[in-house]
């Protein structure tokens, strides 16, 4: 027999005036904000990228520090000619104390587990610099 799979949900509302609001509360995204729903997206694979690696990194008792910049290309699709992102590039700089022997095998971990890039049609091109060195 096996266990139930965790299950995660997740809402969000938009208002009349399209303000969205989290189930978590915080502050409203406004429409008249410059987020469009294609920065969101953004904005979620790189967020989700490094909450995997932080949850990874914890668990090895290691800590985490750094930041995200994730862009995306959205065009016609050659296989059904519908809008999509068509390309991610998310970059990466992060510092891990104390450094782990295995740095590769954690951020490739962080890649692996991150939902959101698991969600996505069309897979992340993810660039890593950790404690001052770019990974090749």
């Known amino acids: 027999m096996s ?3 965790k299950r995660f949900t997740y ?15 915080g502050s409203a995204i406004a429409e008249e904000e410059p987020w469009t729903p294609e920065h969101l997206v953004l904005a979620a694979l790189a967020r989700c ?5 932080r949850y ?9 520090g750094g930041s995200a910049d994730a862009s995306g290309e959205v065009t016609q699709r050659d296989k059904d000619g519908r809008y ?3 390309r ?10 104390p450094t782990p022997a295995a740095v590769r095998e954690l951020v490739s971990k962080a890649e692996r587990d991150c939902f959101v890039g698991n969600s996505l049609t ?4 993810y660039r890593w610099t950790v404690n001052g060195h770019e990974l090749a």
Not at 49 to 53: G, I, R, Y
């Open 84 to 86: 999509a992102f068509v």
């Open 11 to 25: 809402a969000v509302s938009l208002d009349r005036d399209w303000a969205a609001r989290s189930d978590r509360g």
């Open 122 to 125: 069309t897979r992340p091109r």
């Open 56 to 64: 990874h990194a914890r668990r090895q008792g290691v800590s985490v």
């Open 88 to 97: 991610f590039k998310v970059a990466l700089d992060v510092t891990l104390e």
């Open 49 to 53: 990228t490094l909450t995997s690696l």
């Open 3 to 5: 266990a139930d799979a």
